[in-house]
């Protein structure tokens, strides 16, 4: 049997559930060079319903609180030596440069004061209940699994694929750039990588002005046991490695878009049922 069919096969693998409970699937742990190994059962959270609300509503919760505040100095655009000249003169009410007619410091006028600027008090902070946030981790992950939402986001990997990839702890201790490469490649999901890498262009607007000169896709979802691990895939284009410990919906679905294309290890998904056991 090929690797592709041992993927397939386990793909129909799933343990027995009784009726109105979910299905706990199982995947093939692949090894490096991408043959299949034994199979492991994923936890539960991957047989969640996908809630594209939830999981939109947790990332934008998790993207407001790190909003930094600003605002305008209160005295902006009204400094100047303006007087108004008084009803019944057949002009508008606008307040001018003594001695003359120019305008200033009202909002309608060239340098004046916005009428309503930001301010520094704003909440920018949004709330999202526990239970809502733990919905919509679950369905983040539960998207992982789903070819159909990894190819909506443009995600590039073999047909046949069993999502998620799960693969022998030997992953983590990749150091090198060129040993992930290498191993990406024999997975066939280097493509995905040089997707991003194309992708990467000038940001528009005065982001460039601000340290985001550029921006560029998001390609692979490295999901690790421990920090510091497989550090090697931290230069490649669009992939980001991420300690299951801290593992959140905004990074299985960036910009509130689920089904990114995830590898996980085998140790990470050890760990993810422990978290979620723990969360209960």
């Known amino acids: 049997m090929s690797a592709d069919d041992a993927v397939a096969s386990g793909a129909a693998k799933e343990?027995?559930?009784?009726?109105?409970?979910?299905?706990?699937?199982?995947?093939?742990?692949?090894?490096?060079?991408?043959?299949?190994?034994?199979?492991?059962?994923?936890?539960?959270?991957?047989?969640?319903?996908?809630?594209?609300?939830?999981?939109r509503r947790a990332v934008v919760?998790?993207?407001?609180?790190?909003?930094?505040?600003?605002?305008?100095?209160?005295?902006?655009?009204?400094r100047h030596s303006v007087e108004w000249?008084?009803?019944?003169?057949g002009v508008a009410r606008t307040p001018r440069l003594m001695?003359?007619?120019?305008?200033?410091?009202?909002?309608?006028?060239?340098?004046?004061?916005q009428a309503h600027p930001p301010r520094v008090d704003t909440i920018?902070?949004?709330?999202?209940?526990?239970?809502e946030r733990r919905a919509a981790f679950a369905a983040a992950l539960a998207a992982t699994r789903e070819p159909t939402l990894a190819?909506?986001?443009?995600?590039?990997?073999?047909e046949g694929l069993h999502l998620p990839?799960?693969?022998?702890?030997?992953?983590?201790?990749i150091d090198s750039t060129a040993a992930a490469r290498t191993m990406l490649a024999k997975l066939k999901l280097w493509a995905d990588v040089d997707r991003a890498q194309a992708g990467v262009h000038v940001r528009a607007g005065r982001g460039k002005r601000r340290g985001r000169f550029r921006r560029g896709p998001k390609s692979l979802l490295i999901v690790v046991s421990a920090p510091t691990k497989a550090r090697g895939f931290r230069n490649l284009s669009g992939?980001?490695?991420v300690d299951v410990g801290r593992l959140g919906p905004e990074d299985l679905a960036p910009g509130g878009d689920p089904g990114r294309l995830t590898l996980y290890s085998a140790a990470a998904i050890e760990r993810l049922q422990t978290r979620l056991e723990g969360a209960k």
């Open 15 to 55: 343990s027995a559930a009784p009726e109105g409970h979910a299905v706990q699937h199982r995947v093939h742990v692949l090894s490096l060079q991408g043959k299949a190994g034994e199979l492991v059962p994923l936890p539960l959270a991957f047989s969640s319903p996908v809630r594209r609300d939830l999981i």
């Open 61 to 78: 919760a998790a993207r407001s609180h790190r909003i930094q505040p600003h605002g305008t100095k209160p005295t902006a655009g009204r």
């Open 85 to 89: 000249s008084g009803k019944g003169r």
């Open 99 to 113: 001695g003359g007619m120019t305008g200033a410091q009202a909002p309608n006028t060239v340098g004046g004061g």
């Open 124 to 131: 920018w902070a949004k709330k999202i209940n526990k239970s």
């Open 151 to 158: 190819k909506g986001r443009g995600h590039t990997f073999p």
């Open 165 to 173: 990839v799960v693969l022998e702890n030997s992953m983590e201790a």
């Open 239 to 241: 992939v980001d490695v």
